[in-house]
């Protein structure tokens, strides 16, 4: 069942958790606070540890936002469970070349293809 929230869009395919972002400009601090934690709480009391998140609405990412995210990685990776990274606009994708994040993360081009790389999906 889909779930959204102010800032999170939730859509579950098989066990893996699709999340689009409800924002296009994700820099406010507190902004980003409620995203990650959101995100953290799906993987520690939803326990979905397959996450796809899809950037396809987002504009703008602060670095604080990248901080985020490196925090969840390292929690679904806790979890032996699975976080990847679709539909980055390539001026957002140059930060991620930037800062080397696009060597942590798996990215893909859009969702479909991410799906497909899920263990024991698609």
Excluded: W
């Excluded at 069942?1 to 400009?25: A, C, N, Y």
């Amino acid at each position: 069942m889909e779930t959204r929230s102010e800032r999170l869009f939730l859509e579950p395919r098989g066990d893996v958790t699709i999340v689009s972002f409800m924002d296009k400009k994700i820099l406010d601090e507190a902004n980003i606070q409620e995203i990650g934690d959101e995100l953290v709480q799906l993987v520690t009391k939803d326990h979905r540890i397959k996450l796809l998140l899809n950037f396809e609405n987002v504009e703008y990412l602060s670095s604080a936002a990248l901080g985020k995210l490196i925090s969840l990685h390292k929690r679904v990776r806790e979890q032996n469970g699975e976080l990847k990274l679709c539909s980055i606009r390539p001026e957002i994708y140059e930060v991620f070349k930037i800062t080397k994040l696009n060597l942590l993360f798996e990215i893909y081009d859009d969702e479909e293809l991410a799906l497909k790389t899920f263990k024991g999906s698609g």
